[in-house]
């Protein structure tokens, strides 16, 4: 009956249809480095960086990308995660965190004067950032928030040397945190304790993402791309080269990861083959660090961040996504 | 404009899933070698235009730049100058075994490395109380290298990604047994280092500053990798700037991953974008070497060489955009066999991966191979494995003259007229009499044949099969003293290393010795006693005048030894007298008796050269641990080495300003700094030398010094340094710890703290009049 009374309708207006070619979200030439991007809805995402000694937030409501105003001297920052429009976290140098409650970005007391890479949280209450420097005289950096204050967690003996930086942090639960970092590092946290594990990569791994316990992903290497997949059991590591050097990485379907790195890489990856199903580079000298997608639509952002140097380039780019990517 | 990284993708992939429809590459049509491209070793590019020919000689200045400590030089560090490692036979060449270096690792169970050390090289040298730089505890893995060529870099640079990997064959699909496959840098074909690491010149200069003399520069911004003789920057930028030469898009140039920043009190960067610039320019612009004219030999060589497959991988040519770049390289990555394997992963390549080297210009440039391990290329050639065993049994079943045709083919591709035992030029003259370099006096017909003789000696590359090591911290006497002239002083670069063990306020020399040396034959880094907690390093004191300081007579030394202070004057000056009762003279430590001892000494003990019994003579030893069989040199050979040195000129004074510097010869005495630097000593005939030495030893060491005991010469005490040739010979004190003379003014403590003290209150004139003077020595 109801498919009766549907069908006597006249025929609704076909959707636009979906643009899955790159193009810019909008103007960062003069934005400073865009590091992250993160957002609750399709009209609420901010996108985070800023250049050395000086953060900037930028503002998607829907219709435009606007300059979020900061605490006064908030230097650059690196990354964002939260869990609604009232409460996400940031993170940067010099051991930086803020919080935003929905009306206000307020300053919290790190326990560590690092640099701070990475942060993500299962609740709001139980929230992990990592940082160091990668240098000599830096220190690979661990804290955890438990709803009250921040506080150094003390990390496992590293069978690997100099690991001196953890660039990234993220889980799919309070018992199930994964953290890498410098020369392949993988720690994972079972609830319990934090502990080293051995991936079979080299390079550094910047970024990881995952939708499963069983189906994470950790990609990085500096100069060739490489991927590390956990599938429940075991870790697998691919060298991706000649795909350049891998920054960001998100996943939506179970069976793509998204990923972006250097001189504007953006590429996809068979989620079980690790290898490229698709690769539609930017052309642009600049390097992308992070990539977001919600809804219908994703993100990849970066700038010119490997060159240390003025001028202060970001780039932000967007496109639709498809229901199965 | 597709990316080169996909193109890449689709030349490895067969473009499956991608649209390659743009940027085909265009099947060759007869093309002929480059024209433009060839020179002598060490000359710029004969296409260069007058503006990238001033960029390339403003380059080699940099290239030639020694670093101290104030410019920046450390926290640690293996060279003070880029071409410390590109020298022989000129600059943009590698160098001998003395300039090798290791690359260390920590290799972990899951099969993987990190890299130890700085960024995965071991620096011998701290900027530090300390200047030795120890092993980090979790190295398990280190790899000899010796210093690569860069011959034609640029031309190389130009080359398509696709050009090489129409060569690739990483499965073995022909069945050949050469497989051959691509390394990869950020999405570009790999082609430069041994192992095809990096795809950038301006990485592969920025790396190794940082990494070996602790330089740290900012990436070039695109706008001057656009100006680069091989632009380099975005395609939309380059524009016009690529017109007529190849363009490496943002390849050659980008080089995010080095360090900007170091720990040390320099700012950063201390190399300037100009010099950096300049230098890239510089490395970009060397000609490729000029091949000989063919003969029939080297006709007949080709062929065998064709025939026995070397050119499966010693591809004769690659197709760039000037022509035909004849590098005898295919630039990919080969399994060489577990014999020449060094474990080292370096981005895809494995540790039995190596590039294929390129052939111009090799003849000019041994030791051979990655290591070095090759004296010669018959040895370089029998020591290939894996994928090129086969090829290598081809060459061996040839009769000796056939080998000799591919041996004298290999040596035409360039470089064969430039060929030497050392860093001397073939049949370079003897300098003038007295002149930086000459004789002493007008020799004799019979004398300068000695003459010549000995300064081979004193010059050539040992080879492992003559004897070197199997420790050793240099493989030449001129390794160490080549300032300004062979024979000369050394920079802080080829300081040796003492080690000590001091403990409740003793010394105590360790058992193996005091000597770190800082190289041994195979894989490793020589160690240290576990036990040593001190070290200190030695300055190369330059060897010209020799001769005339051994010729002083042992009571003219002793004339001036005051060891109780007895005429109050606060300075001492002790005479060393060795175990045998005779007097020491030569050395920081008075710790040698005679120019013949001091070969000796300096034979077996720098170079491991083992030595047979000389009458009367008792320094060295006469066995070591090595292969060969002793004694290693000959007294023959000992004996012109000695000729050589004994009448080798002191350095000539070079006066610019007589009347200051008079003055400032005025205020040396006035201060007291002739009290030990005694401007004369007179010799057996009568002659003052004018060393500007008392050749005493006296406590000029910090309150706080901890140093090393040699013999009766305490960790304080020193000797006089002579001071002819100083303007020429820095760094100074026995450390090198002073880059400049005011520096080392200032190092000088204990017996010479009243003259320091007068110095210090020297008016501004007056210290201008003494350094003037000093200079002119």
Known sequence: MLSLVLGACPAPPADPPLDTTWHEAFDATSTGWLLSIWGPAPDDLYAAGGEPGHGVLVHFDGDAWAEV??????????????????????????????????????????????????????????????????????????????????????????????????????????????????????????????KEELVGANDDLISLWGTSPSNIYAVGGRGNGIISRFDGSEWHTEGLAPLPGLNGVFMRAPNVVHVVGITGTIATIDATTLQPIAQDPWSTALDLHATFAIDGKMYAVGGSFASLQPPYEGLALERGLDAEE | ?????????????????????????????????????????????????????????????????????????????NVSFCGACHEKPVL??????????????????????????????????????????????????????????????????????????????????????????ANYDRGFVGRFGRKSQTVSLEGFIRGPLFNHAGITSNPLPNDRKNELPVPSGTPEATGEAAQGLGHAQQAQAAAPDEPTVDDDDAPDPELSEDDLFDLVSFAMLVAAPRPDDPTEQTQRGEQLFRDAKCTACHIPALRGPRGLVPAYSDLLLHDMGEELADGIIMAEASGAEFRTQPLWGVTAVAPYLHDGRADTLDEAIRLHGGEGEASREAYEALSDEE?????????????????????????????????????????????????????????????????????????????????????????EDVNVLRQGIWQDGHFTAPAMGTMAHRHMLGDGRPPVDPQANVFEARQTPSTLGLGMIDRIPEANIFANADPDDADGDGVRGVARILPDGRLGRLGWKCGVPSLAEFARDASFNELGLTLPDQTGLTFGGSSDDDEIPDPEMTVSDLEDLVFYLSHLAPPPRSSVDPVLESKGQAIFVQIGCSACHRSSLKDSEGYDVPLFSDLLLHDVAAPEAVGIEDGTASTRQFRTSPLWGLATSAPYMHDGRAPTIEDAIAAHFGEADASVDRYVALTSGERDALLAFLSSL
């Open chain 2, 1 to 77: 404009m597709m990316k080169r990284w996909l193109a890449a993708s689709c030349a490895a992939m067969s473009c499956a899933g991608f649209a390659c429809t743009d940027e085909t590459i265009a099947p060759a049509t007869e093309p002929t070698v480059a024209e433009g491209i060839f020179a002598d070793l060490g000359e710029p590019l004969p296409s260069a235009t007058e503006e990238q020919l001033a960029a390339f000689e403003r380059g080699r200045a940099v290239a030639l730049q020694r670093f101290s400590s104030d410019d920046g030089l450390g926290p640690t560090f």
């Open chain 2, 92 to 181: 943009s060449g590698s160098a001998g075994r003395y300039r090798n270096f290791l690359l260390v690792r920590q290799s972990l169970p899951d099969g993987t490395q990190v890299n130890t050390g700085v960024n995965g090289v071991q620096d011998q040298y701290a900027v530090a109380d300390s200047p030795y730089d120890p092993t980090q505890v979790e190295t398990n893995r280190i790899a000899q290298r010796n210093p690569i060529p860069f011959f034609g870099v640029g031309l190389l640079a130009e080359i398509p990604d696709e050009v090489i990997l129409a060569n690739a064959d990483p499965d073995d699909a022909d069945g050949d047994g050469i497989s051959g496959r």
């Open chain 2, 403 to 491: 080998r000799g045709d591919v041996l004298a083919f290999i040596e035409s591709l360039g470089g064969s007229s430039q060929r030497s035992d050392g860093r001397l030029p073939p049949s370079e003259p003897i300098s003038a009499p007295l002149a930086y370099g000459g004789p002493d006096r007008p020799l004799s017909k019979a004398e300068e044949e000695r003459f010549v003789r000995g300064r081979a000696l004193f010059d050539r590359d040992q080879a492992v099969a003559a004897g070197l090591g199997p420790r050793f911290n240099g493989d030449s006497c001129r390794a160490c003293h080549f300032d300004p002239v062979i024979g000369g002083a050394g920079p």
């Open chain 1, 69 to 194: 105003t900061l605490p006064e001297a908030t230097p650059l920052l690196s990354w964002l995660y939260g869990f609604s429009t009232d409460d996400f976290t940031l993170v940067g140098d010099g051991g930086t965190i803020l919080h935003f409650d929905g009306q206000s970005f307020t300053a919290q007391a790190s326990s560590t004067d690092e640099n701070l890479w990475g942060v993500w949280g299962a609740t709001h209450d139980d929230l992990w950032a990592v940082g160091g420097g990668g240098r000599s005289g830096d220190t690979a950096t661990l804290v955890h928030f438990d709803g009250a204050s921040w506080s150094p967690v003390d990390l496992p003996p590293f069978q690997k040397a100099n690991v001196r930086a953890l660039y990234k942090v993220w889980g799919t639960g309070a018992d199930n945190v994964y953290a890498v970092g410098q020369y392949g590092t993988v720690l994972h946290y079972d609830g319990n304790a934090w």
